[in-house]
């Protein structure tokens, strides 16, 4: 049988010969065996453009991928045909007037997107509405309005997209909205929630950003779990802050309520990644109940106005210390216009010797340079030892347990206010959402390391 050029999308070379000679094309569902005897059964994939030309790709039944070497495929038969189509319908929320009120700002991420088979990327392609068709339980919820602000990847998140974003916050709670959720990608979601902490004060309702480690068409995707989950809390949640709303354990038992200013992506994969640091999480949320951790949160009050200070200098950076590192990085950070510098030292705040009249002279030319610990846990002590007194004595201001993510965030936000050094340490010195905090719980900081004997009994006692 002849296949078609254009039913062979992506193939090129080794395996595009291999589906024509075999008879089989994309969107083909196949039985093949290989040269071991195994069997596989599912959909010809396109394939990536991008990759080599030895693999055909078949999505098994169970809905993942493999990817199988032409050369040890022993038999193939074609045993159905339909050309998929990766699209969910847009759909509009239906309303019930006695259900709150809560917008979905969609940003882009992978909880707004699907796998594009052509080059094997996953893009920004679902809107908000389109995320309604695949989530329908988000109804019984609330009352939905969405709205797509914007359609990137969170790693091209920046100035422009923080300060409308803000904007668009303070617009939809002046319209009455219950509650806010911002779709959002994973990578930089704690970045966006620790400037929205700043620019969106006393707000009177939740503002929960959510997203999801896997896109919606992998088996194994938290993307539906998270958004049910973040329109609940917006929803019915009494706290009114800026919160980061994601999988709890690995398992889809509940939710965390992160804080916007104490929140980190700890793991690249994993759907449980996120983590409260150097706190515990504000609560959790199930399907049908929450559970309050914390009792000093901003409740939720309608009558409170929420204050929008939308402004943001990204004429900052982070310098992340390491040994050897090289006072010419800090003089050509100057030399460049760059007005704060946030370090995260080693130990309790530190830096090495050489760096000193670098900062001194970055320092007296008016950038302002403060101290996190790349710990994250644990406070910039910079008073304990010489080489911390030093850069006290030169000026470097310490944050104690700032996050090194929130103090560029913070940093930035200050800086779009005033350049006057005096005004710059006190207002980054200033509490304003949990950024700092007197102490760290002592169940804060817990590990877990496999391996050991305990560890492993608890694992295998609670193991589901």
């Keep these: 049988m002849t296949t078609p050029a254009d039913a062979l999308k992506g193939y090129k070379g080794h395996a595009r010969a291999a589906l024509e000679r075999w008879g089989v094309r994309v969107w083909s569902d196949v039985q093949l065996e290989n040269d071991a005897g195994s069997q596989f059964e599912g959909v010809i994939l396109p394939r990536s453009e991008t990759q080599d030309d030895l693999h055909v790709v078949i999505k098994l039944k169970n809905g993942y991928n493999v990817g199988l070497h032409v050369d040890r495929v022993r038999s193939v038969k074609e045993v159905g045909y339909k050309e998929a189509i990766y699209k969910i319908p ?136 998270n958004l049910i989950h973040s329109v609940r809390a917006a929803a019915y949640c009494d706290i009114a802050e800026v919160q980061i709303c994601m999988f709890g354990p690995t398992s889809d038992r509940y939710g965390l309520l992160h804080r916007g200013t104490r929140c980190r992506k700890m793991h690249s994969s994993y759907r449980s990644t996120f983590r409260t640091v150097g706190d515990i999480p504000l609560g959790t949320v199930g399907r049908d109940s929450f559970t309050y951790l914390h009792s000093d949160y901003r409740k939720r009050d309608k009558t409170r106005k929420v204050k929008i200070d939308a402004v943001y200098n990204d004429r900052t950076t982070i310098l992340y210390y390491y040994p050897g590192m090289s006072p010419d990085l800090v003089d050509a950070l100057v030399e460049k216009g760059y007005r704060g510098i946030v370090i995260a030292g080693t130990g309790l705040g530190h830096v ?21 610990v790349q710990t994250l846990w644990g406070y910039a002590q910079m008073y304990v030892y010489d080489t911390g007194r030093d850069l006290l004595e030169i000026g470097v201001v310490p944050l104690d347990n700032m996050l090194p993510e929130t103090a560029l965030m913070k940093l930035s936000w200050v800086l779009a206010h005033t350049d006057d050094h005096g005004v710059v340490l006190r207002m980054m010195r200033a509490v304003v959402s949990h950024e700092i905090t007197d102490r760290e719980p002592h169940n804060g900081y817990l590990i877990m390391q496999g391996g050991l004997p305990e560890i492993d009994e608890f694992i295998l006692s609670h193991w589901k």
């Design 352 to 372: 090495n010797k050489p760096l000193y009249p670098a900062l001194e002279k970055a320092i007296q030319k008016g950038v302002h340079v403060v101290m996190t």
């Design 90 to 225: 847009e759909k509009e929320f239906p309303r019930r007037p006695n259900l709150p009120a809560v917008t979905l700002l969609g940003t882009g991420g992978t909880i707004a997107s699907r796998l594009d088979y052509r080059t094997g990327a996953v893009i920004p392609a679902f809107t908000p509405g389109e995320l309604y068709g695949a989530v329908p339980e988000l109804a019984d919820i609330c009352n939905l309005t969405t709205k797509k602000l914007f359609g990137v990847f969170s790693e091209n998140m920046a100035k422009e997209q923080y300060i409308e974003l803000a904007k668009a916050i303070g617009e939809e709670i002046e319209n009455g909205a219950d509650g806010i959720v911002i779709g959002h990608g994973t990578d930089t979601m704690g970045h966006t929630a620790a400037i929205l902490s700043f620019m969106v004060q006393d707000t009177p309702v939740p503002i929960v950003l959510v997203g999801s480690q896997r896109s919606s068409d992998r088996p194994s995707s938290d993307a539906a779990l």
